[in-house]
C-alpha cells in the first residue's frame, strides 16, 4: 500500500505498520489514525479530477487504502436543502445499504479485513453495526460473529440473520456481549472490529467530511451538528478536513462541531459542560435513540478536543425532543429518520433559539440512519407514551457499537 505510509497512535503518535491488521496501540490503547503520503497524493489528486466517478464514497479512492472495495454503493448520500430553514441541509445517511451510517465504516473495515487475509469478524452490537458487519461480511463471503443482547431492535436481529451472520442473543447488557467477543476471540480466530479498536472503519466515516465540502462546492459550512454516540464520524469528518487542507482543497476554515447527546445518556455533554479531557461512564444510560446509548466513547478525548479546536459545542437534547423533531422532520421534509438523527433537529432547533447559529449560518444536519429499522421502538414509544419499556432500558453499556 503505497498511498498509506502507516498507522498512527492518536495518544503517542508511535508509528505502527498499516501492512498488518492492527486495533489499537500497543503502549496505551490509543486510536490509530490512517495516514497517507499527502504531499505525493496533492501532485495528482484535485477537486476537477471527481468528475465523472462512480457516485459512491470510493470516488475518494486516492485518500482510501489501495484494495479492491467490498462495496454495496455506499456513500455519496443526499445533501438536501430544507425546506423549513434556509441555508440548513440535511445529509441524508438513511440511504446507505442496511439504512444507516454504519455502512460506510464497515465496508472499508471489511475491504481491509479481506485484504489482511482474515476470515471470521466479531462485533458485540445493540443496532446497525451489526447489519452493516452482516451485509458487508455477505457480499466479501466472510464470517460475521455477531453478540447481541435478546431485546435488541428486531431489524437488526433478523437483517444479521439473513445475511447468514452467526448471531447470538445474550441474555444480558451489551457489555456482557462485548465480553463475550473478547473472551473468545483469540480461541475462535475472530478478529474484533468494535469501533476504533479497528482503524479502518475510521476511514469509511471520513469521506462523510469529503462529501460535506464536495456537496457544498468545497465551501465549509458554520456549522456540523452531528449526534454523537461513539462519535467516529465526527472524528472522521475532522481528520478528512485536515487531510483537504493539506491537499490544498481548502483553506483552515472549519465547521462548528456540534456533537449531540440524549439526556439519558451525555457523557461527552458532562465532560464539555465541566472543561474535561475525557467523559467518565454514564450510569444507567437510556434513550430511544439506541445509537446514542454509548456511556463512554473510547475516542472521548478525540472528540472533546474537535469540539473545542472548532469552537464548536456538545449539547443533549431530551428524547420527547427527539420524537418531537422526528414528527417534524417527517412531516415537513419527507425525511423518516432515526431517533439518532432526529436528534440534530432538536439540537440546531435549541442553537437557533440561543443565537449560537444565526438563520444566516449554513448548517448541516446529520441523519444517521432511517427510522424504518426503528419501528418497535418508536411504536413502543407510541404506546407508552413517556413511560419507557423495560426493553429499551439497556443500562451499563461500555463501549460505542
Ligand atoms: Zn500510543
Known amino acids: 500500500m503505497t498511498r498509506i505510509t502507516h498507522l498512527e497512535c492518536s495518544r503517542c503518535g508511535e508509528p505502527l505498520s498499516a501492512e498488518s491488521p492492527q486495533t489499537v496501540c500497543p503502549g496505551d490503547g490509543g486510536v490509530l489514525f490512517v495516514r497517507y503520503d499527502l504531499a505525493e497524493i496533492k501532485k495528482s489528486f484535485r477537486p476537477a479530477r471527481l468528475a465523472g466517478r462512480t457516485p459512491t464514497m470510493w470516488r475518494y479512492a486516492e485518500v482510501m487504502p489501495e484494495a479492491e472495495p467490498v462495496t454495496l454503493g455506499e456513500g455519496l448520500t443526499p445533501m438536501l436543502a430544507s425546506r423549513e430553514f434556509p441555508n440548513v441541509y440535511i445529509k441524508d445517511e438513511g440511504l446507505n445499504p442496511t439504512g444507516s451510517f454504519k455502512a460506510r465504516g464497515m465496508a472499508v473495515a471489511v475491504t481491509m479485513a479481506r485484504y489482511h487475509g482474515l476470515r471470521k469478524l466479531a462485533v458485540p452490537s445493540a443496532g446497525n453495526a451489526a447489519g452493516a458487519l452482516a451485509a458487508y461480511a ?233 427510522g424504518l429499522k426503528y419501528l418497535d421502538a418508536i411504536e413502543n414509544r407510541n404506546t407508552a407514551r413517556r413511560e419507557l419499556p423495560k426493553s429499551r432500558e439497556i443500562a451499563g453499556i461500555i463501549g460505542p457499537y
Not at 219 to 238: A, E, S
Not at 290 to 318: C, E, M, N, T, W
Open 138 to 370: 455477505a457480499a466479501a463471503g466472510l464470517e460475521a460473529h455477531i453478540f447481541m443482547p435478546k431485546d435488541v431492535p428486531a431489524a437488526n436481529r433478523i437483517e444479521g440473520e439473513y445475511y447468514g451472520a452467526h448471531v447470538t442473543l445474550v441474555d444480558g447488557l451489551i457489555s456482557d456481549c462485548a465480553r463475550m467477543v473478547a473472551q473468545l476471540q483469540q480461541k475462535e480466530g475472530w478478529f474484533d472490529v468494535s469501533t476504533l479498536k479497528e482503524p479502518f472503519r475510521l476511514e469509511g466515516k471520513k469521506t462523510m467530511g469529503y462529501e460535506v465540502a464536495e456537496q457544498l462546492c468545497w465551501k465549509m459550512p458554520q456549522g456540523i451538528i452531528y449526534p454523537t454516540g461513539g462519535g467516529v464520524g465526527l472524528i472522521g469528518m475532522w481528520k478528512a478536513f485536515d487531510e483537504m487542507e493539506q491537499m490544498g482543497w481548502i483553506g483552515p476554515e472549519r465547521p462548528q462541531m456540534v456533537a449531540v447527546q440524549s439526556i439519558g445518556c451525555a457523557p461527552i455533554v458532562k465532560a464539555w459542560d465541566e472543561g474535561k479531557a475525557a467523559s467518565d461512564s454514564w450510569p444507567n444510560a437510556g434513550t430511544v435513540a439506541a445509537g446514542l446509548r454509548v456511556p463512554k466513547a473510547y475516542g472521548d478525548y478525540i472528540i472533546l478536543d474537535i469540539l473545542r479546536k472548532s469552537g464548536g459545542l456538545a449539547l443533549a437534547v431530551s428524547d420527547e425532543e427527539i420524537m418531537d423533531a422526528l414528527k417534524q422532520w417527517a412531516r415537513t421534509e419527507g425525511i423518516f429518520a432515526a431517533p439518532e438523527g432526529a436528534a440534530s433537529l432538536a439540537a440546531y432547533r435549541k442553537l437557533l433559539e440561543s443565537c449560537f447559529f444565526g438563520s444566516d449560518d449554513v448548517v448541516v444536519m446529520f441523519n444517521t440512519g432511517t
